[in-house]
């Protein structure tokens, strides 16, 4: 952590220490946050999803965040959203307080509902990109061995047909909501956006290739169970599991946590993205080093988030190219 800011975190490496990171008004990301030491808290049923959908649809109209997909797992919560006003950190600090309060209360959970590890935020800085994340949030289910196919996955989630023009809704939550406050409505709504690399009369194009490398991704992880001589443990099964007990299967260490990402063969587009992140790391560790040094006329380089928000710090117009 650089200067009390959270919002640093590794790309392209795990380097020793961490790294501002860049917040940008318009910018797609892939959300990714774990629930403590994989307990099955969000485990697929009508309450926990009544909840993550209902607060999912308030935080984002508190926030303007558009949401193009979702797929709450029983152990992690994956979302691709557009950031409209350059908010995220606020967004995420409210939406997961709010579902950490409402599933202790649920659950009748007292400890941290929360993984300590940083949340995941990956920009998707192309198309290509913004189809294989949306892809492999859809595929969580099937790669866990837990349904065949995404669309028999029971808990809260977005499919294909529903990309740009679907509609979430839940009623409020009987818990930790209070009915009176009228920050909480009787109902929320959420509409789908397209992702702002998506045209309008692309749309139906872009659900298709969702769709095929959906079909990729369900089709290699049927194959590895296969393989591993395991079967699939159904949706009925998964909603049946005790939301206490813990996934204890080994998980390979998570050696970084990417800052960007420009989908397969992209090879281009990966240099001129990791030659930006690089610049505006050395622009935001130069002003920083002013600023600590005393000099409060530092400029520190556009993106940057906490010293803007919480120490009024002067921040440039113009997003560094390279």
């Not at 490496?13 to 940008?24: F, L």
């Not at 950490?100 to 993984?115: C, F, I, N, S, Y």
């Not at 939550?173 to 690399?197: F, H, I, K, M």
């Not at 993106?303 to 560094?320: E, I, N, P, Q, Y």
Request: proline fraction near 6%; aromatic fraction near 8%; glycine fraction near 8%.
């Amino acid at each position: 952590m650089i200067d009390g800011n959270p919002w640093h975190g590794a790309c392209l490496s795990a380097p020793a220490m961490s790294q501002p990171r860049e917040i940008v008004a318009g910018a797609t990301y892939l959300i990714t946050r774990r629930v403590l030491r994989r307990h099955l808290l969000f485990r697929p049923d009508a309450a926990i999803t009544r909840l993550l959908v209902y607060v999912l649809a308030v935080s984002t109209r508190r926030f303007d965040i558009e949401v193009h997909a979702l797929c709450a797992m029983s152990t992690h919560l994956h979302l691709v959203v557009t950031d409209s006003r350059g908010v995220l950190p606020r967004f995420l600090q409210f939406f997961h307080r709010i579902v950490a309060l409402g599933t202790k209360v649920l659950r009748g959970w007292e400890g941290p509902v929360w993984d300590h590890e940083a949340t995941s935020v990956v920009r998707l800085l192309t198309r290509a990109a913004v189809v294989e994340k949306i892809a492999y949030v859809m595929a969580n289910p099937v790669a866990a061995g837990l349904v065949q196919h995404a669309r028999e996955w029971p808990g809260a989630k977005v499919d294909v047909d529903e990309l740009g023009r679907g509609v979430l809704r839940a009623a409020r939550p009987s818990v930790y909501l209070d009915p009176e406050n009228p920050q909480w409505p009787e109902e929320a709504t959420v509409s789908l956006a397209l992702p702002p690399a998506i045209e309008q009369d692309s749309a139906e194009g872009f659900r298709q290739d969702v769709s095929a490398e959906l079909e990729r991704l369900e089709a290699r992880a049927r194959a590895e169970v296969q393989r591993r001589g395991l079967r699939f443990l159904g949706a009925e099964g998964a909603g049946k599991v005790s939301p206490y007990e813990r996934v204890t299967s080994f998980e390979p260490l998570r050696d970084g946590n990417p800052t960007f990402a420009v989908g397969r063969e992209q090879g281009d587009a990966w240099r001129i993205a990791g030659a930006a992140v690089r610049a505006f790391r050395a622009s935001y560790r130069a002003a920083l080093e002013r600023w600590r040094a005393g000099v409060r006329s530092a400029v520190f380089p556009a993106g940057t988030w906490w010293m803007r928000t919480f120490h009024g710090a002067s921040v440039a117009d113009v997003v560094l190219t390279v």
